[in-house]
């Protein structure tokens, strides 16, 4: 294989061997007993949020991205999955404290269990990969910007859609049936 995939392989491997597995399976509970949930980042992060929020759709659950157009109010009851990779991105920290003072359950996916976001969030995900800040905890990266971090977030969340889809029982063909016919 070409060096530079290796190198990415091997970033990549090195941050899930370090995640705590224990929080996913919590948060893949909580996001089954949620009544709606909804996501959210900002930039490459918010494109992770996104395609989180898409396949739980294909899963039956009642997803939403916040700040689309289509997106409803938040309610008590309600689950908020916030990604920042710094857990300073301020829509985002905002976004936890409007939830939690709505009653509504947090959880962060973040790089820095200091952060503001993860201290308003009721659940986090550490996600020890490098972001574009490259703070000095941070392991080193050849990838630039928040490469590494927006690859294992989506890799974890991937992993929280195959845990809800077998708790769930779902098989292929059920959740095919939701994904689009329009194109």
Known sequence: MERNMNAILEELSG???????????????????????????EGRSGLMAKAFAMRLMHLGANSFVVGETTTPSLETGD???????????????????????????VIALTTNLESPLALESGSVVHVPAATKYR????????????????QSIHMILDYVCLEYAQ???????????????LE
């Open 15 to 41: 941050v899930l061997e370090q995640v705590d597995y224990e929080s996913i399976h919590e948060v893949t509970d909580q996001l089954l007993k949620a009544k709606r949930i909804f996501v959210s980042g």
């Open 79 to 105: 689950t908020v999955v916030l990604i920042s990779g710094s857990g300073k991105t301020k829509s985002v920290v905002w976004t936890a404290e409007v939830a939690r003072g709505l009653g509504c359950e």
């Open 135 to 150: 703070r000095e905890n941070e392991k080193a990266s050849v990838q630039p910007l928040g490469s590494l971090f927006d």
């Open 167 to 181: 708790k769930q029982k779902l098989e292929h063909e059920a959740v095919f049936q939701k994904h689009s016919n």
